[in-house]
């Protein structure tokens, strides 16, 4: 177990190479959107900016991210 300043190290590394931030696209509208994903959770609703259409998850992906932006979700990213 990590302990003191080799514990916060370790959660800077981890966070450094999480990747939060995500071009999300609308599949109806096409629109484009850059948001922050949130680094413990998946995000299982999204309101399209653009057209107001709430999505949902494709079938077998945990969430709107997984589905439809970019970068898959945090808690994908690290495996």
Not at 2 to 20: L, P
Not at 30 to 58: D, F, S, V, W
Request: aromatic residues 8%.
């Amino acid at each position: 177990m990590v302990h003191g300043a080799g514990a916060m190290a370790a959660w800077n590394d981890w966070r450094m190479s999480i990747t939060t931030r995500a071009t999300i696209t609308c599949p109806l509208c096409g629109i484009e959107a850059e948001e922050t994903m949130p680094i413990n959770a998946c995000q299982y609703l999204y309101r399209c900016t653009g057209c107001g259409e709430l999505h949902r998850p494709k079938p077998g992906d945990c969430c709107v991210f997984c589905s439809y932006a970019d970068t898959v979700c945090p808690p994908k990213q690290e495996g």
